[in-house]
């Protein structure tokens, strides 16, 4: 199996000399301009149960991130620049799963090397202007209570994730986009963002799409910080997206307006970052057109434990359950498939993270599927999972 294009090769080995060649110089002291991070993840997934077949698939996710503080750089106020490269290798055990929603939130098509971000950002007191290759859910629709588990669905909602011609700018292939973000106090922000609606980064095939024939996503969400977030999300496309079942007279798809909406809750629950045993929980709700995409809407919810051993500060537990609910369209089209169509498909996932060496992280995870693929008539799959992390 071939795991990575010669591009990619170039890529990862552009981005590991870069980090290298960054980390030799004695710049990076406390008060250094320069900021880098690099995490290597590489899993093991797949159906133990239920799916086609039951077996696993290898994985792995390297990513590089570099960021400058153009102020202590070049005197630049206010001023930062933002880059970031990706690789991906390995299999797909969603194949194997058969699920619309995915397993997996490192797993993806055509494994490859990527710039993933690359944006200049620049502050203005209480707002900010970025502007780039930029990741739509580095800041909308995230929570942080969402974050360690490993089911895509936890990242973003998937009535959002299954639009666009090639998906939305999000992991794995971002778009060009300017995001503004307003904060009229320490507790309160207003941000909006349009992102070209054609997703594509260099290393991808074509690269970065420049010419916008596709319009843009829009998207605007406003929320309250005092403790935890609430907050409340609204996209849109500027152009018309292609409806999954009616056609126009002359047989080409009727042209729909792609919309949604989400809100999100993100709380602790139970002490607070630091204490023994801290429990955080979120919730999430979306909807959508339900015309142009699989899903008419779902909801996430779950629970995140820190420090659930006192003598081991960064063992984490999390519980969470994704359903997405399936539009009419959509299960018409299972129906015109031959297959039962379900309503919805839904995961539950317990997962358990610990750090076992200064810079490794061991974090088994387990799985259950309930209508995969939006089959009624499947078996439940059940996935197993083994995240390793190396922070480099």
Request: glycine residues 14%; negative net charge.
């Amino acid at each position: 199996m071939t795991v990575t294009t010669m591009g990619g090769r170039r890529l990862a080995l552009l981005g590991l000399a870069f980090g290298a060649a960054l980390l030799s110089q004695p710049a990076f002291a406390q008060d250094s301009a320069w900021a880098l991070a690099a995490t290597y993840t590489a899993d093991v997934a797949g159906p133990v149960s239920g799916g086609a077949s039951q077996a696993g698939r290898f994985l792995d996710n390297l990513m590089i991130e570099g960021d400058l503080d153009l102020d202590k750089a070049i005197g630049w106020a206010g001023a930062t620049a933002h880059l970031s490269l990706l690789n991906n290798s390995g299999g797909a055990p969603n194949d194997l799963a058969g699920t619309l929603q995915g397993i997996n939130n490192i797993e993806v098509t055509r494994p490859r090397g990527k710039v993933y971000e690359a944006w200049l950002q620049q502050d203005f007191g209480r707002a900010s202007v970025r502007a780039g290759l930029y990741d739509l859910n580095s800041e909308f629709y995230t929570t942080d209570a969402s974050g360690l588990l490993i089911a895509p669905p936890f990242g973003i909602g998937s009535e959002l994730a299954a639009t666009g011609p090639n998906g939305p700018s999000i992991f794995p292939s971002t778009a060009l986009g300017l995001r503004v973000r307003i904060a009229p106090s320490d507790a309160t922000y207003i941000q909006a963002a349009a992102i070209n609606a054609k997703a594509g980064a260099l290393g991808d095939p074509g690269g970065v799409n420049t010419d916008f024939d596709d319009g843009v996503l829009l998207a605007a969400e406003a929320g309250w910080t005092r403790r935890g977030k609430v907050a409340v999300g609204l996209w849109r496309y500027s152009r018309d997206q292609n409806d999954i079942v009616d056609l126009d007279a002359a047989g080409l798809p009727v042209q729909r307006t792609a919309a949604g909406a989400y809100l999100l809750v993100d709380h602790p629950l139970r002490g607070a970052q630091g204490d023994i045993r801290a429990v955080a929980g979120f919730l999430r709700v979306g909807v959508s057109d339900g015309d142009t995409t699989p899903f008419k809407g779902g909801g996430q919810a779950g629970l995140l434990m820190t420090q659930v051993f006192g003598g081991r500060p960064d063992s984490a537990l999390s519980l969470g359950v994704a359903y997405g609910g399936l539009s009419d369209k959509f299960q018409q089209t299972l129906a015109g498939g031959g297959l039962s169509a379900a309503s919805s498909e839904s995961t539950l996932e317990l997962t358990y993270a610990d750090k076992v060496a200064p810079r490794l992280s061991l974090q088994p995870s387990l799985q259950y599927v309930v209508h995969p693929g939006g089959d009624r008539d499947a078996e439940a799959a059940v996935v197993l999972a083994l995240r390793v992390s190396i922070d480099l």
